[in-house]
């Protein structure tokens, strides 16, 4: 099984300033996905992150606001842009190894 | 889009005690996924399901997709403290070549020893 380790791990940011998560898998994976889980609701799919193109966003998130890496097949990031008290949220990288293993996530709070 | 609904939404049993999460959907599960998720924390994997009717047990927690693979139920055999968590199922909602996830908004087990 994949082993993901996400960087950092909690946050706390301020209004209007940006925070780049990083997504390292052990392994070589084709897709890695971004997903949100705002408090008290469940998993968002933000984008799929494919090497060598574009993130594909799913409706309701923008490239602008969550631009994504991803430089090779082992490493992703996605920054949270301009950040406001609504992007408080725990952010979770996911790879497709036969199945869907997560990362330990990003706990974000935006003050 | 999948919905994905999950019931009970939370649930407080005593140490030893049996019980059930169901998860449902109005649409074809292509494949099913259970995941725990302790508080503020990433998600473990915990058994996936692709064909109606298929049962998996892993230590103390069987799951099984019934023959519509339309629903999911996840049972834990006499609890213990370290079952507690947020048990969510996701969905393979497939597009094309993608295999992207929709989830249910999860359950809050507690278990009082």
């Known amino acids: 099984s994949a082993v993901i380790s996400q960087k950092p791990s909690r946050d706390i940011c301020q209004r209007g300033t940006s925070l780049t998560i990083q997504c390292q898998v052990d392994?070589?994976?084709?897709?890695m996905f971004w997903y949100r889980q705002q408090p008290g609701q469940s998993l968002t799919l933000i984008a799929t992150a494919n090497q060598g193109s574009e993130a594909t966003y799913e409706s309701g998130f923008v490239i602008d606001k969550f631009p994504i890496s991803r430089p090779n097949l082992t490493f992703s990031t996605l920054t949270v842009s301009n950040m406001s008290p609504e992007d408080s949220s725990i952010y979770l990288c996911?790879?497709?190894?036969?199945?869907?293993?997560f990362g330990q996530g990003t706990r974000l709070t935006v003050v | 889009s999948q919905e994905l609904e999950q019931s009970p939404q939370s649930l407080i049993v005593q140490e030893g005690k049996n019980l059930t999460i169901n998860c449902t959907s109005s649409k074809t599960l292509y494949g099913l996924y259970w995941y725990k998720q302790k508080y503020g924390e990433g998600l473990i994997f915990l058994m996936m399901?692709?064909?109606?009717?298929e049962e998996k047990s892993h230590e103390k927690i069987t799951a099984k997709l019934d023959e519509k693979k339309q629903q999911s139920s996840l049972h834990i055999t006499a609890s213990q403290p370290s079952h507690a968590g947020i048990y969510l199922c996701g969905a393979d909602k497939r597009g094309g070549s993608n295999y992207k996830l929709t989830f249910g908004k999860g359950t809050l087990l507690t278990v009082n020893p």
């Open positions: 996911s790879v497709l190894q036969g199945k869907a293993f």
């Open positions: 399901l692709q064909k109606g009717g």
């Open positions: 392994s070589q994976v084709t897709m």
